[in-house]
């Protein structure tokens, strides 16, 4: 306890606090104790559309490096599904220009006015065009493939007698040589052709129910990818309205007008060549007849669709189609098939040095090592038809990438040329 000392204690002073102490805090209004609202910021909401890009990006790489089989089934799966819509497209890519051109007939010489009924005519004309052309495929061209085609097959017995009797003959023809293995060889190779040509003529009748079912299912797509070219012709201009306010929602204004232009040089750069190609494989097809109905060749009309048709492949389609050709004419005269790959050869120089460039131009500008890249994996995915139209697809995608190429280096100020 302490003891009084007599003196007083001073009291003690509160310390007064200004105001000036607190000018860090903000001041107090009524809206603080509102909820923040969430403001949009444009440069995270690109980090993260980056983001997803590159994470769906890598997801792929390593689903094409651990599983290759498994995407590419899965490709040529989708590829299947919508090949009826991708030959839709590809005809009226095809039958666009006929028709602009008929339009324009029809609404000049003709003095229709109505842009409607110009259009609905030359639809119905085009499309009458080609139906004409197939009706003549099947009722003429058909017909002689078969019979061709039958005499393919009633040769082979007597190819099969020549072969034998040959191998046969073959010590007394070369008296000097030891012929017994390849005589035992064939001999042993021959009974074995024989039994698989018995078990073909066994399984023939389910053969041709398996063909039947795939004709019918190729005409239902064929009718399907008809239907789709039509709607396409018919709403080309909703259609087009339709990417335009696409583009308009997402492209920034500034950069429309050059994406219109970039797109309208790939559209152009597709259909050139794929209606160039078209018109420059019918020729060849045509002067294959031709030469070889002059110089009295058999099977011209089976052999120049194989040839015009392959021919459709860019580079290695006349080989393609010569292959064919030249192993039919071997079972009827080998002289035949010798004259036949000179003509090709022949066929395949004009149509490189001078049809090609004039109908098609520079519309492709690759390289063949390009043109072999893409033709193998567009074979790969869509068979013949893959191979034909992988070589415009990478052809426009060639030049999107040169146009983003350019971009970075005048970016970055470097002059390459």
Known sequence: MKKPT?????????????SESFDFLPEYTPDMEKP???LPNNQYFTISIYVLVVVAISALIIRVVMTPHAVSNSLRDLVNLLMPFLI????????????????AFLSGPCKIKSLRACKAVAIIVSYLLVLGVIAVCLFYIIPQIIVSLTEVVTSLPKLYDVTYDFFNNLQDRFPNADVSEIQGLV????????????????????????TSMAIAKILLNFLISIIVSVYMLLDKKEL???????????VPVKYIKRTMEILSEC?????????????????????????????????ALLISVIVGITNMIPYFGPFIGAVPGIIVLLLNNPISALGFAILIFVLQQFDGLFLGPKILGNTIGMKPLWIIISITVGGSIGGVLGMFLSVPVVAVLRYLLDLYLAYRLKKRHISLS
């Open 267 to 299: 559209n152009s750069i597709f259909t050139n060549f794929v209606v160039g190609k078209s018109i420059d494989s019918i020729i060849i097809g045509l002067l294959c007849f031709i030469l070889m109905s002059v110089f009295n060749m058999p099977y």
């Open 187 to 210: 001999n042993s190779a021959l009974p074995d052709l024989i039994t698989s040509l018995r078990n073909f003529a066994t399984n023939l009748i389910p053969a041709i129910y398996t």
């Open 36 to 38: 923040k609202k969430f």
């Open 88 to 103: 839709g497209v590809l005809i009226a890519f095809i039958l666009n220009p006929m028709i602009k051109r008929l339009i």
């Open 6 to 18: 007599g003196k007083k204690e001073a009291p003690v002073q509160k310390k007064s606090v200004s």
């Open 240 to 250: 087009q309205n339709s990417m335009k306010k696409v583009l308009y929602s997402f």
